[in-house]
């Protein structure tokens, strides 16, 4: 079962840094970059979950983080419909805080 466990901690590792790696090269459109935050929450999620399940607690928490993450990509995924309605693209490069 140990086995497992270390595995499971090394996938959560390589989500996390693989999704750290495609925030800082893919910084084009903001449809990336929020794919990438995502990605980087299901990897801390996934490590939470095996940290948790190993001490043999609650998952009281890692629901309440789950929750947290889903709020954060349904905010998001509102403000990429609402940049993208008002520039009619979601490059980054064509945000302007002083044309708003």
Known sequence: ???????????????????????????????????????????????????????GSEVYFVLFFLTLAACEGALGLSLLVSIVRSHGNDYFNSFSTLGC
Do not use: A
Request: charged fraction near 5%; include cysteine; charge should be neutral.
């Open 1 to 55: 079962m140990m086995i497992l466990n270390n595995s499971m901690t090394l996938v959560s590792f390589f989500m996390v840094f693989s999704g750290l790696w495609s925030f800082v090269s893919y910084r084009k459109h903001l449809l990336n970059t929020l794919l990438s935050l995502e990605f980087i929450m299901l990897g801390i999620f996934f490590f939470m979950n095996n940290c948790i399940s190993e001490i």
